[in-house]
Each structure stands twice: as C-alpha cells, then as structure tokens.
C-alpha cells in the first residue's frame, strides 16, 4: 500500500493506533528534550496530549549527558545497559555492537523502546561527526544482490580483505532466508566468510529476513546506523538474491551493486528487468579461465542493455565491469569504479538526498508494518476474522467485500 492510499484509507485512526505500538510518549520526552541547549518548539499530538519535541543542536557528548539526566522512566539496570552498550559502541567494541544490533531485533515491546533510546543516541553522536565533515557522511553503505551462485559471499570476502588491509573498517550486514522450522538464518554466510570473520577490523553479522519481503530485514536500516556509529566507514549488505522485490535494498544504500555469473542460456531474461533498472554496478563476477569468453559476452550484453534504461542520476552513469574473486582478477578495478561513484555522487549532492529519501520511504514501511500488526491484533478484527476467512473460503463472500467488513470492524472501535 502506497503512503496517499494509506492516509486515504486509515485516516484519523492511524494517528491514535500508531503510538500504542510505538515509543511510550516518556520515553520520547527524554528522547527529543535537553533544557540547557537551544530548541525550535514544535507539537507532537498523541489522543489526550500533546508532546513538546525538541530540535537538538549540540555535541554529541552534550546529547548523551542530557539524555542521562531525563530517563526518570528507565529502571537502573536498563540506564547502565544503555550506557554499556552506547560507551562500547562509540568506542569500537564488536561485542557492544552485536549486542546492540540484538537488542534493535528483538521483538519484546520494552526492549523495542531501549533500542530506539540508544539509535537515539548513535544518531545524534552521528549527526555532530557528520556535521564536522561538512555535511557529507563519513561512511559509504553499499547493497549487493545477485541470484543464487553469482558468488556474492565470494566477492565479499576479498573486496573486504582489500579494505581491511587498506585501512578501512568493512561492516557485512549478510541478510540470509529464514528457516520457516525455526526463524532462523539457513545459510550461514559467516561461516562461508571465514577469513575476513577473523579480521579484527571487520564485523560480520548474519541475520535471518523472517520472512520480510525483499530480502531485508526490517532492523536492517537501523544496524547500519549501529555500525556507522561504532566507526565502521564501509557497509556492506549482502541480500538473499531470489526476486524483483529484492532491489529494496536499493532504498537503504547508498551504492546498489548487481552481481551475476557468466552461466549460459539467456541471461537477460532470467534477471528481472525492475532489480536492473535499481543498479548503479553490474558485475560479471567468475571472469577467470574458461568463464572469460562468456563473462565478456554477458558484459557487452548488459552494457548494451543498461543504455537502454532510463538514468536514475544526473551524476553517473552505471557501468558493467568484470572480477574474478577466485584469482583476484578485476577486484581494486571494481573498487575504484564505486569511489568513482560515491565521489561524484557526494560532489553533486546527490549522495545526501538520497539518504533524506530513504529515511522516508523506511518511516512509511514500519508505518505499514506496525498498522497491519495493530489491525491483525485488535479485538474487533479478531472476532470477526475466522467467519470472514471461511466465507470467503467457501465463496460466499468476496475478499474485498471481506477486508471492507474487517476494516469498518476496526474503524468503528477504534
């Protein structure tokens, strides 16, 4: 659903479900308010308040001083968690950040309102670092999908190798499908990545897409932040890689890269056109022995086809390079192209504007996600759910004709 079509259908109501599934409005008090800095007022209307917001314009030490002085809501132990886990972020610790990103995954509603405290907190110690580099961010996120085989955990592993040995510290966020047994991650990509998981400058963390369309998890965008904030200046993000819908990794980084193998038969085809389209790198990946004469074919083939699509930016042109992770073949080549990328794109501008979009089209997909678990848990709808599904089951009753009856079900207690 489409954010006017949303707005249109949930109307008022959407503003009162929403903060039953979001921060308690305490929490957002010692979240948005320091009273020794100065603030542009604004209104943040709940059913029976109104909440002061607060615009935050200090250090990111001052942040963090604040926010310790206003969590009369936080028991003890859940302020020294938060300050572990903000203190051993900041300061490079890989255990604070795997913990970290456990806590923004869990689906427990209080520790839901401490993960969002402590992004808080990253984000506004973010903001200064960010505001201290003129504006540009300091870290570079980068989405990689590709079907099954393409050899994506490959090509990680050795362009992350290349990094770590460069200087840089490389995130791997590796999204994997989930076990419908057990929710958990099946592939196991840390496993397959064992030496770059060694690397003390590298962090590398699976986590399963629980069934989330378009391969990404719904915290994914959130450890990104977790990451950029422990000081990891590379991001990758490794997709499931078995559909259109996956390009929504597009809407989370900054740079979408496709990787496919030279296979036979009619490439093109087999590759949906809609993930293509979001590419700003094509890589031929496998180029080495027999595999160069097709990796050259596929590469002219995809170039040819990319001239065809309409330009996603002023700045750059997408381009279809080769690599071979097996001999290191290609791989510095495919490196400097995506700095090529990324300078032209921050020069421009574009880079930040991307970034501002993102935030909003990922505001709206939690908004649909926690209205649709809102409506999938009230009363009314409960009720009045099972007789619906066997009458429509049975074909007495149209499912639209159903959802309109679910919905007015809602709308009238709600």
């Not at 421009?348 to 209205?371: D, F």
Request: net charge positive; hydrophobic share 35%; charged share 20%.
């Amino acid at each position: 659903m489409c954010k006017s079509s949303m707005e249109h259908t949930l109307g008022a109501p959407l503003r009162y479900a929403m903060p039953m599934r979001h921060l308690s409005y305490s929490l957002l008090r010692h979240i948005t308010s320091n009273a020794s800095s100065p603030i542009r007022t604004c209104l943040i209307r709940g059913p029976n308040s109104a909440i002061p917001c607060s615009h935050i314009h200090h250090q990111w030490r001052s942040a963090s001083t604040a926010l310790n002085h206003h969590i009369p809501d936080l028991s003890g132990p859940e302020q020294r968690l938060l300050n572990k886990l903000y203190d051993g972020l900041i300061g490079g610790q890989r255990a604070a950040l795997a913990e970290s990103i456990t806590l923004v995954e869990t689906q427990h509603p209080r520790k839901k309102e401490l993960a969002q405290v402590l992004l808080q907190r990253v984000l506004s110690y973010r903001r200064e670092q960010e505001n201290r580099n003129d504006g540009k961010p300091l870290a570079f996120r980068v989405g990689l999908s590709g079907p099954p085989g393409a050899g994506k955990s490959s090509f990680i592993e050795v362009v992350g190798k290349m990094l770590t040995g460069r200087g840089h510290k490389v995130s791997v966020l590796a999204v994997d499908p989930s076990s419908c047994t057990t929710g958990g991650s099946l592939m196991g990509d840390k496993t397959r990545m064992t030496e770059l998981s060694r690397d003390m400058n590298a962090f590398i963390r699976p986590s399963p897409t629980s069934g989330t369309l378009g391969g990404v998890t719904r915290t994914t965008n959130e450890a990104i932040v977790l990451c950029e904030g422990a000081g990891y200046d590379i991001i990758l993000v490794e997709t499931v890689g078995v559909g259109q819908s996956e390009f929504a990794v597009a809407d989370m980084v900054d740079m979408f890269v496709l990787l496919i193998p030279p296979a036979g038969g009619d490439e093109l085809q087999g590759i949906k056109r809609g993930i293509i389209e979001r590419a700003d790198l094509v890589v031929v990946t496998k180029s080495d022995g027999d595999l160069v004469v097709p990796a050259r074919r596929i590469q002219t083939e995809y170039t040819s086809a990319l001239k065809l699509l309409r330009r996603q930016s002023k700045s750059w042109n997408p381009k279809v390079v080769r690599a071979s992770s097996h001999v290191g073949e290609g791989i510095p080549e495919v490196w400097a192209t995506m700095e090529s990328y990324r300078d032209a794109m921050s020069a421009s501008g574009e880079l930040q504007g991307r970034r501002r979009a993102q935030q909003k089209v990922w505001m709206w997909s939690l908004i649909q996600e926690n209205v649709l678990t809102h409506f999938q848990h009230h009363p009314s709808v409960g009720e009045a759910l099972p007789q619906l599904e066997r009458r429509v089951a049975g074909g007495d009753i149209s499912p639209g004709l159903a959802s309109d009856l679910l919905l007015k079900a809602f709308l009238s207690s709600s």
